[in-house]
């Protein structure tokens, strides 16, 4: 009898349990938006962190730009326009008169920086142009849920230009790579299958979507990020151009690439239990409680002890002394927020010299002697960390289906992804998958690796649905 | 004849020229929104990590509120809805149609947030409630300025909520004092005057608001930052009340306290001179720029040692090897960023195991030896810190004129801040003074301390123009 909803029986209220129990997040007052509290937030500061540190070393740099962008923008990109019309936020009032040109709330910002990436860009010394922003957008959303598909969300958008395809497609591989895909897999402990988007899927305006696709724990993908080749789409209509070394005005080639709040969604869906949040020990805010038992001078000072040492260690550690709280009731507190590992100080223990912890990850507990505590916690956390990835490599592959026929593919999708020739697919194919509620979340070549094309053979689709 | 316009002769046009030649911000599509390009930004993100770590010092944690905001929310409070509503943008349609309710795009969040501080807080348990969040908002403006005065701005917001007035008060002072003023005398190195708002320029909906105030290059002031008391105003009708110790049903008392991308037009001007930006040591996201002069093996190879020991003794350092611009220009162009120090490799310099390194704050130009170059660098550093402090405390004292009557107001105002007895401005002297347009940026007690009232005896006001 759990404080949770348990995920077999209907995971998505077991996610919404999570939600309020570990108080992450709960629904705003529009239509659509959340409300993220203190301990969601600061697990997606640390989520910035780690993909800001990422992104800078790729070269980009951070930037702000106006969240309010005129409708007229999103008209001169015929596929963009068509494509985000539907969700958009519309301001037709400001300073208590009506305006005379509607202004949209930004649902991303290729228009608005496009436009001034065409200002900006004279020469092919003005090559890369590498920015980067962390802002808040807006999609209007029929069947919002938090986190995963909110009508506001946060998150970086990442807009370069470049002096010709290949160094724009190289960029975008990049960023997939050396930015996404690094912190997932290293951070998250998130094994993502990275592909391209099929057609059907691309981003509006893109020539090349490529996508890290996550299993959740009820076998279902989520899109955890994407990398956009734009081609020369929004250097056409917003004039980026330049003068090359041979003194000829050309035309750039623009990417654009983001990742979001929905982060936060997956961490929770790809390793949360039947007791709550998991957070990977180099992602978590919070990597050690330590927890006194008992309303004990000893007890209590021991603590604080441990924490100071901890923390001296590089060890990010909280310590929870709220004696007057039943240790049972505390203890299935920090479960719940996930927090990777408890220290429990108690005076049995500690006539020992010795205190208990307590894996989040696995449930065991073990003693530990306070010589050398500090040692065995750094040690303790990288194997958690390890562990995590390990677990959820297993459960992916597990939970991978080869397919030959699109109806093994119907019954594969019912517990996880499966694996299919693209050739067996095709559109046709994956307008009837669809009937089913199944995408095809990316194409990956039989090696794994990238594909340039579509239209290349031998390619392998990966189906699912999806959040 | 520099590259900017000379301060005495058009000071706003100097600071528009700063903006374009520094490269920080510029005008967006949207009438008063502005983008801030990534030198502008990565001043901002530096002043985010100074004052986001004093904010977490003071316990409060960070969240996040939805953007758009129910307009009933705001009819609820009297005196907000009224001083809110001329700046309102808002949101009429979404997703296609026209929505039922109008949706207000945040101003400020004292509703929302008081909303959700209603529903979380049940018992004194759960008081203090310490809340801050880091957020764009709008307010429609109708004369903007680049930083200083725009539609949309980035700044953190704290909400608190308090058992009782003193614990409130108590707290709002503290993040005036231990956040707000430390940051701005130590950091920034503007020695505002921090003082108590009078109730003609109150916070809307606040019973005490309290400022800090920045004196610019022109002698004008700027109002740097506020922290509010907001009494029970929010809490009556947010119902953010709480069960005390004795059973009784208690409303809350509110604070809430903010500053803004305001700060990086305060310190454009407050620093800077007709050579450009000057920007002080603690907060410069540059603080050293390492020159290679020639393009000469000895002289790069130096500039990336240099560079890579600074970097180690936790210098923020970047080298400039562009031998193919000449040295002339790449000063001036470091000069314009305000880098507060710059090191000149050459290979005369070398030839005695030497650098030259200038000083932005004075242009003094000094020979340094190669051995123990990282100490001097790090010595340089506090050292120009501490004289931009000074240079900014001798101009605001003496440019401060004390007055005794209102013409020798208006006549101190013309070039500075002025002081005089309170008791002889009073509400019909402000309304006075407003017509030449002073006012009063703050009262404080005659030993500078915050007054607990504006009709306590013996208080002085400080009037000035003001941004």
Known sequence: MGVLTSQSEDF???????LNKAVLAESGPVRGTMVIRPYGYSIWERMQAEVDQRIKACGAENAYFPLFIPMSYFEREA???????????????GGGSKLEEPIAVRPTSE?????????????????PLLLNQWANVVRWELRPRTFLRTSEFLW??????????EDARRYAVRILEDVYHDFMVNVLAIPVVVGRKTAKERFAGAINSMTLEGMMGDGKALQMGTSHELGQNFAKVFSIDYLSDKGAQ???????????????GGLIMAHGDNNGLQVPPVLAPTQVVVIAIKDDPEVIETAGRIEAELREAGVRVRVDTRVDTSFGRRATDWELKGIPLRIEVGPRDLAQ??????????GVKSKASLSGLSNKVSETLSEIQSKMLAFAIERRDERTAECSTLSEVVEAAGSGFARIEWDLVGEKGEAELARSAITVRCLQRSDGSLPYSEDEPGLVAYCARAY
Chains 1, 2 share one sequence.
Do not use: N
Request: hydrophobic share 35%; proline share 3%; charged share 20%.
């Open 12 to 18: 998505p209220k077991w996610y919404q349990d999570v």
């Open 79 to 93: 596929e963009h326009v068509e494509g985000f019309s539907p969700e958009l936020a519309v301001v037709t009032h």
């Open 111 to 127: 228009t608005v920086i496009g436009e001034y990436m065409g200002r900006w860009i004279q020469s092919y010394r003005d090559l």
């Open 156 to 165: 970086q958008e990442g807009h370069t230009a470049h002096i010709d395809q």
């Open 250 to 264: 050309e035309l750039c080639w623009t990417t654009s690439w983001g990742v979001s709040t929905r982060m936060v």
């Open 353 to 362: 010299q010795e205190v208990t912890i307590a894996v989040r990850a696995t």
